[in-house]
């Protein structure tokens, strides 16, 4: 099972928080989980740190929070 660090999701929130509009996390079997709600941020962020296959996937509604959310997985695949 693929987990990730504490540093990696500490800077995943903190790229989330940089976004202004809804920032989606989509799991392999189309679950849309929004990464702004408290209600489902939990939810999604146990998804995302047991992805053992990396198959979900991350959509936002604007290109500034795309920007922001490129830099962090340009960041993660550097390491």
């Known amino acids: 099972m693929k987990t990730r660090t504490e540093n990696d999701v500490r800077t995943f929130n ?6 202004k509009r809804p920032v ?3 799991s392999s079997n189309g679950t849309f ?3 702004k709600s408290a209600a489902e941020h939990d939810t999604a ?4 740190v047991n992805d053992a296959n990396d198959e979900m996937e ?3 509604n604007s290109l500034e929070d795309e920007a922001v959310m490129m830099g962090f997985w ?5 390491a």
Not at 45 to 48: E, G, I, R, V
């Open 74 to 78: 340009k960041q993660l695949h550097a």
């Open 33 to 35: 989980y929004n990464m």
């Open 24 to 26: 989606w996390l989509v």
């Open 58 to 60: 991350i959509f936002t």
């Open 14 to 19: 903190e790229a989330i928080d940089k976004c």
């Open 45 to 48: 962020m146990a998804k995302w």
